[in-house]
């Protein structure tokens, strides 16, 4: 019997949801090194960016600019942000390997941010899956159902509404759905049985977890979600991608602190946490200078106990 533990995928989504909040906007030079080095350091899915109108998103104009530049990359799998059929078109024209389509458990978020109920995005997702099948083009669609857990606006969020949702989507043709709790509100019981629920539902199909680390509960949550079978993650280099309502704030957990976390109990990343370390420092000084970065490892470094092997995999 084999013991090594299944590896773990870890999509650093800081190109996209880690600028756009920022007021900054990072030029497309800098940003195209930003995620050569996330490749060199192992990192094989980046989200690029998103597919909105740049008057509204203007730090995230460049996304097709990046996804070709992604494209020159072995291995990577390039996704983007999707609002809607138009940016779902925009996606397929660029070549993304993946399109991420947002959809808020939340009524009152769904209402107050795209102005539809979640199931008036249903149906946008079931337009987006005919356009896709359409072009003939192959880029995955995945579902990323946030306030899963709970919401600024609402608060509690019925666990049956989101298990609803998760069959709903994959009815209108998602290939991949994930829970995302963006606002920090998750505790991990909850995210063990929400989880364990949306596989009962979803299957292999229920393929990412999302966590803010806003109130210190990310890394708790990401072990709750793993435990429960998730295998892959979102995160930020540097964990950045606070919450606007909450100046300050942590933000996405960080990957370089998944990556600690898994390389620690020996479950495979393909990884280089010196490189992740390293490229958390050219965030700091070159390409975010003067924003607040947040994460743990890079303040004590790693620990005698990791050996060479275990901080620089080679899975
Ligand atoms: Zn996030």
Do not use: D, I, M, Y
């Given at each position: 019997m084999n013991d090594t533990p299944l590896p773990v995928t870890i999509r650093d989504v800081g190109l996209r949801d880690g600028l756009q909040i920022l007021a900054r906007t990072v030029p497309t030079a800098h940003k195209i090194e930003w995620l050569r080095a996330a490749h060199a350091a192992g990192?094989?899915?980046?989200?690029?960016?998103?597919?909105?109108?740049a008057r509204l998103l203007p730090q995230l104009a460049d996304t097709a600019a990046l996804v070709e530049a992604a494209r020159?990359?072995?291995?990577l799998v390039a996704s983007v942000l999707v609002p809607n059929l138009k940016g779902a078109q925009a996606a397929i024209e660029a070549g993304a390997d993946a399109m991420l389509l947002p959809l808020s458990a939340s009524r009152a978020h769904s209402l107050a941010n795209l102005r539809k109920t979640p199931d008036e995005v249903v149906g946008e997702i079931a337009r987006i899956r005919a356009l896709r099948d359409a072009a003939g083009s192959r880029c995955l669609i995945e579902v990323g159902i946030s306030t899963a857990f709970g919401c600024t606006l609402q608060g509690r969020v019925d666990e049956d509404e989101v298990l609803r949702l998760v069959q709903a989507v994959l009815d209108a043709g998602a290939e991949r759905v994930g829970l995302a709790d963006t606002v920090g509100y998750a505790d991990p019981l909850q995210v063990a049985r929400l989880f364990t629920r949306a596989f009962a539902v979803a299957g292999p199909r229920l393929g990412c977890g999302h966590f803010h680390d806003t109130r210190g509960l990310g890394l708790a949550n990401v072990f709750a979600a793993w435990q429960a079978g998730v295998r892959r993650f979102d995160a930020c280099v540097g964990g950045i991608g606070g919450c606007p309502h909450a100046p300050g704030a942590s933000g996405n957990v960080a990957t370089e602190d998944l990556a600690y976390l898994f390389a620690s109990m020996g479950v495979p990343t393909g990884l280089d946490l010196h490189a992740l370390l390293a490229l958390r420092e050219r965030l700091a000084?070159?390409?975010?200078?003067?924003e607040a970065l947040h994460g743990s490892v890079w303040r004590a470094g790693l620990p005698k106990t990791m050996t060479e092997a275990m901080a620089k995999e080679t899975a």
């Open positions: 990192l094989r899915e980046l989200e690029l960016g998103s597919f909105v109108p020159a990359l072995p291995g000084q070159r390409w975010l200078p003067g």
